[in-house]
């Protein structure tokens, strides 16, 4: 078993061992040779050395150690030559016992050895605890030392990873641009310092880029967005921020000039940027932009305030401001909001019966000036705020989501008005009723309006249905879907409004409709401006060539009458006429004088 290990990597306390063990065997033998031949005497030599290999067996075992991992190299390295060496000592006191043991030693010699031994044990402890106490001093702040620089290390990593991450979250994926989640975070921080702050939001939103979207796909847009946002950087001036803030809109922030004069020049220079064109292989593009702006703290010293201000002059510069494309916040405009609250919360609560009334334009045809129909006008008289135009109140009831039940109740009004009319006087008057495009994308609204017909018993030939050029633009399928089925019921289409829109061809032949009622705005230059003669004339032919019916809207002179009948206009409306009257006025002033024919 011995020849078997590689006593190079035997640990120390195996051969102290394995020596006690070697001694025994000898001893043994010896014994045994003494005592089958009669030589053995007790108290000898023999049975001392007999005690020897059990004191070797417990020194073997005082040595025997849990097994250690290596050290490491820097320990080796910094340990003294003679640390942990004092086991030779151990092994000198081994010594003197056995010489005493053999009678070699007296036992004072060996109390005064062992006591000697003792003491240097004692103190060297006490040394080598020391100096090790002071290496793992070391090490431990060597290990700190590194542990710190590796922790700053990682913090600097965390530090720009962080600073990465907030970069991120404060651009715009698509453009590269601050987005709104930076923007509000900016307002914020110059907004904390309002004593030494004052400054210009300028709200945009591109024109016509939903239609561009539209056409020619998402892709094309976000091209057109990058070209843009790439264009605002190269020209942005050191005290402007630009902002992406929604699909295609923008804010510009103008700090410390804020002065009118260098406000317009920047909105001028925005304007000239975008009348470059945008070149996007194979097309090429060009889009407008409308701005709106409010400056701080004089507008508002409320950050949500101040972007609301600024959007809404933007929204106001889009509808009334499109020659300058830009329009500064005023209190005008924050009055103009509050009437639209004023009048939302009115239609949410407003008596149809009481307060809505329907008037009535007389209708003539041109050849014999002979009653044809009537329009129905919606009117709204409150009982304190009196008479509300129809421009104020309509679009905010398309808004808020009344207009169907507006509808429904108009048309409900007219027909009863029509069917008393012609049933009562034997007369063949067609109603024009207006219907909103939201009344025309309601999927039940031809369904109630069939039932309507078949209850009231109304004759579809009484009925029109006037709706505008943006309506039919921006018709879907099922849109001109839904004007076979109108057609099919019998009752006719007009177009209002035409010529000042899109005028399109392409819609005319597309849908069933039977008039083309001419746009005021054209019919007052009629007698003056050739070119507009020349567009109305156009109109007309156009629509005899397909076999439509047109209506001159807001015919107040003789001469336009003249002109209308001359060029074959087939009838007209307007001031000349008659103006809009309740049912019972206009019963009297046209229905009755136009059966005894005294209308000339």
């Known amino acids: 078993m011995i020849m078997s290990f590689n006593l190079k990597r035997l640990e120390k306390y195996i051969f102290v061992v394995l020596f006690g063990a070697l001694i025994f065997v000898f001893t043994d033998f010896h014994y045994a040779y003494l005592y089958f031949n009669d030589l053995y005497v007790a ?26 991992m290596p050290k490491d190299e820097f320990e080796e390295e910094m340990l003294p030559e003679n640390y942990r060496k004092t086991r030779y000592l151990n092994v000198l006191l081994l010594v003197f016992l056995v010489l005493y043991i053999i009678k070699s030693y007296s036992l004072e010699i060996l109390f005064a050895s062992t006591c000697i031994i003792l003491i240097h044990q004692f103190f060297t402890a006490i040394i080598q605890d020391a100096i090790r106490r002071e290496f793992l001093l070391k090490k431990e702040v060597q290990m700190n030392e590194q542990l710190e620089n590796e922790i700053k290390e990682r913090t600097e990593e965390l530090i720009c990873a962080n600073k990465a991450l907030v970069e991120i979250s404060n651009k715009d994926a698509l453009t590269g641009l601050y987005n709104r989640r930076y923007l509000i975070d900016y307002l914020d921080s110059l907004i904390l310092n309002k004593p030494n702050n004052s400054f210009a939001l300028l709200y945009m939103d591109l024109d016509r880029f939903k239609s561009i979207n539209d ?50 020049k920047i909105v001028h220079k925005i304007l000239d940027l975008m009348q470059q064109p945008i070149f996007i292989e194979p097309y090429v593009f060009r889009t407008g932009v409308s701005i709106g702006i409010a400056l701080f703290p004089q507008d508002a010293e409320d950050r949500d305030l101040l972007m609301k201000y600024a959007d809404i002059a933007m929204y106001e510069a889009k509808v009334n401001c499109r020659d300058s494309h830009y329009m500064f916040f005023h209190s005008s405009i924050s009055q103009k909001i509050q009437r639209q609250h004023e009048i939302e919360l009115l ?8 307060e809505f009334l329907l008037y009535y334009q007389p209708q003539y045809r041109s050849s014999d000036h002979s009653l044809v129909g009537v329009e129905a006008l919606l009117r709204w008289k409150h009982p304190e705020q009196g008479m509300i135009p129809p421009l104020e109140f309509i679009p905010i009831a398309e808004e808020i989501g009344v207009i169907q039940q507006i509808g429904k109740w108009v048309i409900g009004e007219a027909f009863s008005q029509i069917k008393k009319w012609n049933e009562a ?26 039932e309507k017909l078949a209850n009231d018993q109304i004759n579809p ?110 009838e007209i409306q307007g001031y000349y006429f008659g103006k809009p009257l309740p049912a019972e006025e206009l019963e009297k002033e046209h229905i009755i004088k136009n059966i005894n024919n005294e209308i000339l």
């Open 43 to 68: 108290n000898t030599m023999i049975d001392g050395v007999y005690s020897i290999p059990n004191v070797l067996f417990a020194i073997g075992a005082i040595l025997a150690q849990p097994v250690r």
């Open 215 to 264: 056409t020619y796909g998402h892709p094309i847009g976000d091209k057109m967005l990058n070209i843009l946002s790439k264009r605002f950087i190269d020209n942005c001036q050191p005290n402007c921020t630009i902002f992406r803030v929604g699909g295609d809109e923008f804010v510009l922030l103008i700090e410390k000039q804020v002065n009118q004069s260098y406000i317009y």
């Open 347 to 354: 239609l949410k609560n407003v008596d149809y019966t009481n």
């Open 425 to 450: 006087y034997h007369l063949n008057l067609k109603i024009g009723i207006n219907v909103s495009p939201i009344q025309m994308e309601d999927i039940h609204f031809l369904t109630w309006f069939q």
């Open 461 to 570: 030939n009484w009925i029109d249905l006037e709706i505008t050029e943006g309506t039919t633009m921006n018709a879907t399928v099922s849109t001109e879907e839904l004007f076979d089925k109108f057609s099919n019921l019998g009752v006719t289409i007009s177009i209002d409004d035409f010529g000042t829109g899109y005028s399109s061809l392409s819609y005319i032949k597309k849908f069933h409709i039977n008039t083309l009622k001419i746009a005021k705005e054209l019919i007052d230059n009629i007698a003056e401006d050739h070119n507009t003669l020349l567009i109305v004339r156009a109109i007309v032919m156009m629509a005899k060539g397909m076999q439509l019916k047109t209506i001159a809207e807001g015919v107040e002179e003789i001469k336009q009458i003249e002109i209308l009948s001359k060029i074959g206009c087939d």
